[in-house]
């Protein structure tokens, strides 16, 4: 009797460690699979319109209508497809069927019409949208917008717009100010389940009523690094399994560190990102189209593109356009030059008479420009200061925060300052770089510096045409423009660097969102 209590006893605890590994077994099975992002682009409000970092993010879970390919070609997204009237004014979007928003009601022409308006009224920086929109109508999944002049160019401004439901956002008086930590409807592959402020964290979840291809990953984590040595020691620790930051690269001077790890791998591409000095075209002596040519000879770019890039760029042209863009043009390459440089500033009349190593202006004062940066840029800032000093121009640099260099820019307070090119950027308003300079543009990126007519013709003309071949034309036509009156100079043309676990397959990357893309959140899955 013993031994058979003891048996049963035996069997007993084997069914109860049976049933421990099962229960276990089952919770491992059940654990959501999460991706994991580091970035740099920082949070600092739960404002999913407000704020500008969930703005770059949002468009994972309230698509645009258009999005970039790898190629740059501008192909669909929400939308299926579009159709353009004669004369550019008359733009019909076509909705993909099958949307659903992640609470089960379906994506309709009437979210887009109410987005799109929405933007023109409420967020500043589409004002252009409440100028110009003259009439929308929606027929079904069909979305007609009537303009008030031709818009060449509006495929492309709608890769940067995310559309929001109706039925949710149309209660909401302020929505630029609206704030909540989540979730957030919306009706791409995953939605914004929660943002922690505290965690530093944006969670995505997978969306219930997705229809498309299936992700692998029942979540992805984006978590936000104070800065570049803690985002890179995150990830060669193995606790992040990618990088991204808009417009910009994973640090070049951390990338042979995580190599060395053997847990990643780099994918490297061209971008139209590039830093560049702007010029106050309102002040003398910057108005003098033969001071911004000393000034250009001065720099030394083969210096500039391996102190910032570490091989990971190139030496720039004179047309500021770079080769990854569509309608590039081949100009004259960048040239240090020094000696030449001397030699412009004193036919222009700009001499140092005095002794003291910096030139006098026609006023007999000494040169002395005031270089307003903001506080990243310290470091190309001294090493453009020394250039600067070595041809006579006294250099003396300014740093602010973010919002004072926008005050500051936008006000004419300075008279060169060094900023940056986004791939978005580069595509506004007229495309190749126009945005940037346009006096008639506003936002926080620009200078809006140049009103020579022939500049803002041009313009207007890129965005009238009809005529592919003309635009072909107008593109080169402006970087012949940038090259010949130079409003700013590039320093170097940068590529894009993104390490990603290479336990992890189907990475994709386009020149305008990087690996932000519903192709990348959709398709990464493990090697194995």
Not at 138 to 156: E, I, S
Not at 419 to 446: C, E, I, K, N
Request: aromatic share 12%; glycine share 8%; proline share 5%.
């Amino acid at each position: 009797m013993m031994k058979r209590h003891v048996r049963l006893m035996t069997v007993k605890a084997g069914m109860i460690l049976f049933l421990l590994l099962t229960m276990t077994t089952c919770c491992m099975a059940a654990e959501e699979k999460t991706l994991r992002i580091a970035t740099l682009n920082e949070i600092k409000s739960p404002s999913f319109l407000g704020d500008y970092s969930t703005g770059l993010f949002n468009h994972i879970s309230n698509p645009p209508l258009m999005q970039m390919d790898s190629s740059g070609k501008i192909i669909g997204l929400l939308a299926d497809s579009f159709d353009v009237s004669s004369d550019n004014t008359k733009w019909t979007f076509n909705l993909k069927p099958n949307q659903y928003w992640s609470d089960g009601k379906p994506v309709t022409g009437e979210d887009v019409a109410f987005s799109i308006n929405m933007y023109g009224k409420s967020i500043p920086s589409a004002g252009w949208i409440g100028e110009t929109l003259k009439d929308t109508q929606v027929d079904g999944n069909k979305v007609t917008f009537t303009f008030n002049k031709p818009y060449t160019n509006l495929d492309r401004e709608f890769t940067s717009y995310s559309i929001m439901p109706k039925h949710i956002w149309e209660s909401i008086d302020n929505p630029v100010n609206f704030t909540s930590n989540g979730p957030y409807v919306g009706c791409g592959p995953f939605y914004v389940d929660k943002i922690d402020l505290n965690a530093g964290k944006l969670i995505f979840k997978k969306n219930p009523s997705w229809k498309g291809n299936a992700p692998y990953y029942d979540q992805v984590e984006i978590s936000w690094f104070k800065n570049a040595d803690a985002a890179a020691k995150a990830l060669e620790s193995g606790a992040m399994d990618t990088y991204w930051k808009y417009a910009d690269a994973y640090p070049y001077s951390a990338v042979d560190s995580l190599k060395a790890t053997g847990k990643f791998d780099i994918l490297e591409t061209p971008t139209s990102g590039m830093t560049f000095l702007g010029f106050n075209l309102k002040n003398e002596p910057l108005s003098d189209v033969n001071f911004r040519k000393a000034i250009a000879e001065s720099i030394n770019y083969p210096e500039f593109v391996q102190v910032s890039t570490l091989g990971h760029g190139s030496i720039p042209n004179s047309g500021f356009v770079p080769p990854a863009m569509d309608g590039y043009v081949d100009t004259q390459a960048m040239q240090y030059n020094p000696e030449d440089a001397k030699k412009i500033l004193q036919e222009a009349g700009y001499k140092d008479s005095d002794g003291n190593g910096i030139i006098e202006g026609p006023d007999g004062k000494d040169t002395v420009l005031e270089l307003l940066i903001r506080n990243s840029f310290s470091r190309e800032a001294e090493l453009l200061k020394e250039y600067l000093n070595a041809v006579g121009i006294g250099t003396d640099i300014k740093s602010v925060e973010d919002n004072t260099w926008f005050d500051l820019k936008d006000n004419y307070k300075y008279d060169i300052t060094l900023t940056r090119t986004t791939p978005w950027g580069m595509l506004m308003h007229a495309g190749w770089a126009t945005g940037y300079f346009d006096s008639r543009r506003t936002g926080q990126g620009v200078l809006h510096t140049v009103d020579d007519k022939k500049f803002l013709d041009l313009c207007d003309n890129i965005l009238a045409t009809t005529d592919k071949s003309k635009l072909k034309e107008y593109a080169k036509e402006v970087q012949n423009y940038y090259a010949e009156n130079l409003p700013g100079i590039p320093l170097y043309w940068k590529n894009d660097v993104t390490p990603y676990n290479k336990d992890i397959t189907g990475w994709y990357s386009s020149p305008l969102y990087g690996i932000m893309n519903e192709f990348t959140f959709t398709g990464v899955k493990p090697v194995a």
